[in-house]
C-alpha cells in the first residue's frame, strides 16, 4: 500500500493543495507542524515522499530547505507551481468590523501586510500554518479572529471568505517540490530539470567558464544562487537549476562540471512544471 | 547636527550593535518595530541614513530588504559583517530549568532550534525583535521567560547570561547595509565593491556572456541570485555584487552592462567591508 505523503501544515493548507494537483485529492497525507518534522518522517520511513515549499517569487528562495534537502542527502523527484491566492476568513456571522486579530503564517502575513493598512484596528499575529488557523476556529468556534488561507480551508472548515485575493502582488506563484529518499526517475526521456549545487573559489571568472560550459551544452539556466561557504571564507557554494532538451546534453555537463567544479552534486532530476 | 540613524529593533539589538561598531556608540537612534518604518524614517527625512541587514550565511539574501531599497531607489554607501552571537538570557534568579517560554525573533529561534532539543520543556514563541524581549523582561520583571540576544542587550537590561553562543552553527556572520536616500561617496578611490540589478531575457548563455563582461573588466563576482519577474514569464532579475581594485575597470563594466542588460540599475558602490 502506497505510504502518506508528509507535508508541512494540516489539511487545507497550500501544501496540502499541492498534493491534491500533484497526486490526487485521495492521497493520505501526515500533517506535520515543522519541516524538521517532514523530513523525519522521510528518514523514518513512515512516508515515502513528502512536498516542500522550496521557492517563492516574492521572496525567493527558502534557503534552510535547500539545506534539509542537501545535508540529509535526499532527492528532489518532481515539481509543482502553486498560484497562492490567501483568503481571509472567519466564522460565518463575522464583518471584517468584528475581527480583532488575524492569525497566519509570517509569509502569509507578510504579503497581505498592505491590505491590513485599511483596518489598523486589526492585529496581526504570528501563527505556525495557515490552513491549522482556519481549523482553531472553527473547532473552538473563535469569535474575532480571522485566518488567511486557501479556498480549499474555507471550504474544509466551513468558514466564511471575508475577503480574496488578499496578497498585495496579485501573482503569487511558489514552486513545491516532491522529494524522496532515492533518485527513482528511471524514465530519461521524461526527465528535462535539474537541480544541484557545487563549489568555486573565489577565482576571477570561474563562475563564467562554468556557466559557459552549460550554455555550450545547450542547457538553459533558470535559477542561480551562491552562498558563501560558512567556515570557509572566500569559497561559494552555488544552487542551480538548469532545463534541457536532451538527456544525453545534460549527462554531458554533468561529467564537464564534476571535473571543473567542487563538490559537484546532483539534488535532483525531474520534469519541468513550468509552463 | 547630524540626524539619528534608523534601525530595526531597541538598542541592543544587532542592528544597534552594526551602528556602534560603523558609527561609533555615541550615535543616535531612531528604533523602528519594522523594516517598512526604517525606510519612512529615512523617506521623511527623519533619518539621512538607517542599517538594514541584507543576508546572512545560514538563511540567504533578505529579498523584502533588497526590493525595498530598490522600489524606493535608495542607494547602499556601505556595508557591515556582523558577527551573530545569540546569548540566552533572563533575570538574575532564573536558572534554566526555571525557564517556561523563550521568545525571540523567527531567524534567532531558527538559528538556535537544535540548542533547545534538550530542553523539551521550553516553548519557542516568535517576537519582533530579539532585543525587545530583552528590555520587557527587565522592565516587567517576567520570570519563567528567557530572551535569545546580544551581550550588548544583556548588559543594557541587566540579564543574566544562562547559556552562550547557543546557535548551532557557531559562525554566523549576517551582512548589513548603510542606506541613504542618494549616493554621495565622491571619493572613487575608496570605492571597491558595487551593488547592482538587471533583467535578462530568458536566452541561453545571456548570464554567462554578461558574467564574460564582468571577468573581462577584472571583476570579482562576490554574489548572484536570480529572481523570476513576477508578471513577466520567462524573464528574469538578477542581483549581483562585485569587487574590483580599480574604479574606471567599473566604470567600463557598467557602460557595457547598460547595453548587453535590460534595466541595469547600480543599487550602491561603497567600500568592501569584508576582510
Not at 539545506?67 to 497562492?84: F, K, M, P, R, T
Not at 492585529?123 to 490552513?131: H, P, Q, S, Y
Not at 485575493?165 to 526527465?191: G, H, P
Amino acid at each position: 500500500m502506497k505510504k502518506p505523503i508528509a507535508i508541512q501544515g494540516v489539511k487545507g493548507s497550500f501544501h496540502h493543495e499541492v498534493v491534491c494537483n500533484y497526486f490526487d485529492n485521495q492521497s493520505d497525507v501526515v500533517e506535520c507542524m515543522t519541516f524538521d518534522t517532514v523530513i523525519k518522517t522521510l528518514l523514518d520511513e513512515a512516508s515515502d515522499e513528502i512536498v516542500m515549499a522550496l521557492e517563492n517569487s516574492i521572496a525567493g528562495s527558502i534557503i534552510p530547505n535547500y539545506a534539509l534537502i542537501d545535508n540529509n542527502h535526499l532527492s528532489i523527484v518532481g515539481e509543482y507551481y502553486l498560484d497562492i491566492q490567501h483568503q481571509l476568513m472567519a466564522l460565518n456571522n463575522q464583518a471584517i468590523e468584528d475581527i480583532k486579530e488575524v492569525h497566519s503564517h509570517p509569509m502569509a502575513l507578510l504579503q497581505c501586510k498592505a491590505f491590513f493598512k485599511a483596518y489598523p484596528h486589526i492585529k496581526l499575529v504570528e501563527a505556525k500554518d495557515t490552513a491549522e488557523v482556519a481549523r482553531q476556529i472553527s473547532e473552538q468556534q473563535l469569535k474575532g479572529i480571522a485566518a488567511i488561507a486557501s479556498k480549499t480551508a474555507a471550504a474544509l472548515y466551513g468558514l466564511n471568505i471575508l475577503a480574496q485575493s488578499i496578497q498585495t502582488i496579485k501573482e503569487n506563484e511558489t514552486r513545491f517540490v516532491i522529494v524522496k529518499r532515492v533518485q527513482d526517475n528511471n524514465n530519461q526521456a521524461l526527465i528535462n530539470k535539474a537541480s544541484f549545487k557545487f563549489e568555486l573559489e573565489h577565482k576571477r571568472g570561474s563562475l563564467a567558464s562554468l556557466l559557459n560550459v552549460l550554455s555550450d551544452c545547450q542547457l538553459n539556466l533558470t535559477k542561480i544562487q551562491s552562498l558563501p561557504k560558512i567556515d570557509t571564507p572566500w569559497k561559494y557554494a552555488f544552487f542551480v537549476d538548469v532545463t534541457f532538451d536532451a538527456y544525453k546534453n545534460y549527462e554531458k555537463a554533468k561529467s564537464i562540471m564534476t571535473i571543473m567544479a567542487e563538490n559537484f552534486k546532483v539534488l535532483g532530476e525531474y520534469k519541468n512544471a513550468k509552463r
